[in-house]
């Protein structure tokens, strides 16, 4: 089965400076998808980022980046020129054929002004 | 384009009391999915549907737990009798049809569960 893991419970930064978030995951599959989705005190879950995994390049989507390493099994998530409205919960996610997501456990961020 | 709706967004039921939340999803959306997400927890998949019927359910409790998707639009999603553990958020999304690359699913605001 598959499986995702964030292994940072809670990470802060000072505003303005850059936070990576990780993620690691296992699966079986050669083809599939990986995000990283945002969940505000709303509770509703906002994409950020999405990740192809035949394509080798890193994506990128503003201020925010991903460290794709397809052999490691890591999809870690760059937040540059953090910013008050980036604090939220993080959940990295996996999906692969049916596209059902699979989460993980979620990392509380949090921004010091 | 409008989002996902859920409602209601807050019930607060006692245990072995039922209750029903509604899903209406992106308008063209084929597919439904229902995520329960209990407290300091990711989303748990309870079923997911194509158009009206059933992709997966393997997580769903079916003894009190049932979900319905009829005409393959609006779907909802019934506890009964509901248990103290059943307390949590329950998130409705959609998504194009199965198989597109790029899907991505989009979630609704949730409906926050307290049972006592």
């Known amino acids: 089965a598959q499986t995702v893991t964030q292994s940072q419970p809670e990470m802060s930064v000072q505003e303005a400076e850059t936070v990576t978030l990780s993620c690691t995951y296992d699966t079986s599959e050669s083809d599939y998808y990986l995000f990283w989705y945002k969940q505000p005190p709303s509770r509703q879950m906002i994409l950020v980022i999405r990740?192809?995994?035949?394509?080798?390049q890193n994506a990128t989507e503003n201020r925010f980046s991903v460290n794709f390493q397809k052999a490691a099994k890591s999809f870690s998530l760059k937040i540059s020129d953090s910013q008050l409205g980036d604090a939220a919960m993080y959940f990295c996610a996996y999906s692969a054929g049916a596209q059902k997501l699979v989460f993980g456990q979620g990392t509380r961020l949090t921004i010091n002004p | 384009e409008a989002g996902v709706a859920q409602s209601p967004r807050y019930k607060i039921i006692e245990k072995r009391q039922s209750v029903a939340f509604w899903c209406n999803p992106i308008s063209g959306h084929a597919t439904l999915y229902w995520y329960q997400q209990i407290l300091g927890q990711g989303p748990k998949l309870l079923i997911q549907f194509q158009n009206n019927g059933v992709v997966d359910d393997s997580q769903l409790p079916k003894d009190r737990f049932s979900a319905e998707r009829l005409k393959g639009v609006d779907s909802t999603l019934k506890i009964q009798p509901a248990k103290l553990e059943d307390s949590a958020v329950y998130l409705c999304?959609?998504?194009?049809?199965?198989?597109?690359?790029?899907?991505?699913?989009?979630f609704g605001e949730g409906s926050w569960l307290t049972v006592v």
């Open positions: 990740q192809e995994a035949y394509k080798q």
């Open positions: 999304a959609s998504s194009l049809v199965v198989g597109l690359s790029g899907n991505t699913i989009y």
